[in-house]
């Protein structure tokens, strides 16, 4: 009988090599269609790293306990650490470099009973936001809780107009720009990233709706505009007759009309300008009842932030000058996020440079970054998150940390990977639509509300620590 161990034990060898060589290729191979796995024959017996131990060991005192906290806050470039991941999408982040960024807009809150002072948050998104489907719940709740009345900040015409809650919104013969449709027509962008010129027989229309408390009336008007010459309009409030009224030249400087009801409130403002005017540039408008707390809502659908740059800075801080936001809020990161962005190296440049861009118009303004919200859609037929989600937020959160800015994880908050496939699929009613991208407006009422316990209890921290804080 023929013997056949040596070729037995050849072949075993040749397999072993084999394999070994297969062990030795990249990931990510794909050979006739089909992607190879990588393979570690050697894993169960590589040897584990072993953990290094520190040079030399020293017992922490207690009189040097405080000063070590404080310095395990920072790297060893003096940047604030992130905050430890099972805290994501739980608490703001506080990268300022004195862990004091809220402080400025809780002082401005718990101001607003006792001065009667006026908090503007300016919020800053795309499409996840427009149509006020987050902001209108958020709103409502936070006025409920700390006084004011009225949508706040207004654009002159909108895409999403028919389907919003907090306002009747009508308009005809405005030839709008925004820095997503018309970025290089080299208008004077406004705050909101819009501007406006008027057509023959311009009209705006506002009018409070009924589904939110404290959206319905307000008692002032303030319209923004920009003008080198005198412009005659006629506006009219509720149950008055039609008022006609003048825009002075602004000289180049940011103009605002101021009107009021000749009642208590109002919850109509319509306006019209007749003749067209080639120097007239018209941006919102806003809607309020002081003291409390606004939100304006700076939703341009398609951004995904790098046009936030054509905003000139001396006009956003001309803006600001009148509105005195205590909070600038930024949410962006859906319109980059795609299934075949495996490289977010560019986007992060563009974030990089328009965070910078922020920072010179709001230069005295504590800025909260919120991470890109989950997004789901189809891969190799299976729905899943796309894979560039988790990777744009813990960008955003180092740059957030690189800038000095707050930080929260929205991603995370919401219930981190696969979040959004859950909300459309698995919730009577649906918390977001079968585009796997955007919230129905009942998703976005449960999120407002998770924002309102987020604010609610960073300033309960917020007051227990500066009642701690010593007496000089």
């Not at 191979?29 to 990588?38: A, C």
């Not at 028919?162 to 406004?190: A, C, D």
């Not at 319905?216 to 409030?237: A, C, N, P």
């Not at 009801?261 to 120097?279: E, G, H, Y």
Request: proline letters at 6%.
């Amino acid at each position: 009988m023929k013997n056949y161990l040596g070729q037995a034990l050849w072949l075993t060898l040749l397999v072993l090599l084999f394999l070994a060589a297969l062990s030795l290729l990249p990931p990510g191979i794909t050979l006739n269609g089909v992607t190879l796995r990588k393979m570690d024959i050697f894993l169960d017996i590589r040897e584990s790293e072993p953990t290094p131990v520190p040079a030399d060991s020293t017992t922490i005192h207690p009189d040097t306990l405080a000063e070590t906290a404080l310095l395990s806050l920072f790297d060893s470039l003096g940047r604030v650490r992130p905050a430890d991941a099972s805290l994501f999408g739980k608490i703001v982040e506080d990268y300022t470099p004195d862990q004091q960024g809220l402080s400025r807009f809780f002082d401005a809150v718990d101001a607003i009973r006792t001065k009667e002072q006026t908090v503007r948050v300016a919020f800053f998104g795309d499409s996840f936001i427009e149509g006020d489907i987050l902001l209108g719940d958020l709103r409502d709740t936070l006025q409920t809780l700390w006084g004011g009345n009225g949508v706040g900040y207004v654009p002159i015409t909108s895409e999403v107009a028919r389907f919003k809650r907090t306002l009747t919104h009508e308009y005809s013969n405005w030839k709008p720009y925004s820095i997503v449709k018309n970025f290089k027509s080299g208008q004077p962008f406004g705050i909101n990233g819009f501007v406006y010129r008027p057509k023959a027989q311009a009209s705006v229309r506002y009018e409070g709706a009924d589904y939110f408390k404290h959206t319905r009336r307000w008692t002032q008007v303030r319209l923004f505009y920009r003008s080198d010459t005198t412009v005659t309009f006629t506006w009219q409030m509720a149950e008055m007759s039609p008022q006609t009224d003048s825009l002075p030249a602004t000289g180049g400087q940011l103009g605002i009309w101021l009107g009021k009801p000749n009642t208590a409130s109002t919850r109509t403002f319509d306006f019209q300008i007749s003749q067209p005017d080639s120097n007239l540039l018209v941006y919102g408008a806003t809607l309020e009842s002081g003291p409390g707390i606004y939100l304006d809502n700076f939703s341009v659908r398609g951004n995904t932030g790098g046009r936030l740059k054509l905003i000139n800075p001396i006009l956003a801080r001309q803006f600001d000058a009148v509105q005195q936001y205590q909070l600038i809020v930024v949410q962006l990161g859906l319109n980059a996020a795609t299934p075949s962005l495996d490289n977010i190296g560019w986007y992060e440049y563009e974030l990089d440079q328009t965070f910078q861009h922020i920072r010179k118009c709001f230069p005295e303004t504590p800025v909260l970054i919120v991470s890109v919200a989950d997004r789901g859609g189809k891969i190799d037929g299976n729905k899943t998150t796309l894979p560039s989600v988790p990777v744009i937020a813990t960008m955003q959160r180092e740059l957030a940390r690189k800038h000095g800015f707050l930080f929260f994880d929205l991603f995370h908050a919401m219930g981190g990977p696969g979040s959004m496939i859950r909300y459309a699929d698995e919730y009577h009613p649906p918390l977001a639509n079968l585009d796997y991208t955007h919230l129905t407006h009942y998703g976005g009422s449960i999120m407002g509300y998770m924002f309102t316990d987020l604010f609610l209890r960073e300033q309960e921290q917020y007051r227990q620590k500066k009642k701690q804080q010593p007496a000089y």
